[in-house]
């Protein structure tokens, strides 16, 4: 079992950055690929980027790279996404999930089988 629960969303005017923190609890976190979606309403839910259990790895999505960054401590039981540059466009509900064991990174949520309450990120513009 994990439980996860994100932090660090908030109001930011565009171009200004945040760092969401997602906590986890559970002996199998440190095995797991995590990974960060968002979702906003009416829209279905977005890959946002991924890395893998031992942080030697990350994926992004298209729309992200470059201003987003994804790392985790395994030690402090932790993953975080530092976001640069943010758009209005970020505005979302962002949440982080843990991934079924799979040999690489997926950006299709139905992978993922642990998932935290989200947090609210708002990008003004």
């Known amino acids: 079992q994990v439980a996860l629960v994100e932090s660090g969303g908030g109001l930011v005017q565009a171009g200004g950055s945040l760092r969401l923190s997602c906590a986890a609890s559970?002996?199998?976190?440190?095995?797991?690929?995590m990974g960060w979606f968002r979702q906003t309403p009416g829209k279905e839910r977005e890959f946002v980027a991924a890395?893998?259990?031992?942080?030697?790895?990350?994926r992004y999505a298209d729309s992200v790279k470059g201003r987003f960054t994804i790392s985790r401590d395994n030690a402090e039981n932790a993953v975080y996404l530092q976001m640069n540059s943010l758009k209005p466009e970020d505005t979302a509900v962002y949440y982080c999930?843990?991934?079924?064991?799979?040999?690489?990174?997926?950006?299709?949520?139905?992978?993922?089988?642990?998932w935290g309450q989200g947090t609210q990120v708002t990008v003004s513009s």
């Open positions: 890395i893998t259990w031992s942080g030697g790895m990350q």
């Open positions: 999930a843990a991934q079924r064991t799979l040999s690489y990174l997926s950006m299709n949520g139905v992978y993922y089988d642990y």
């Open positions: 559970g002996r199998i976190f440190s095995s797991r690929s």
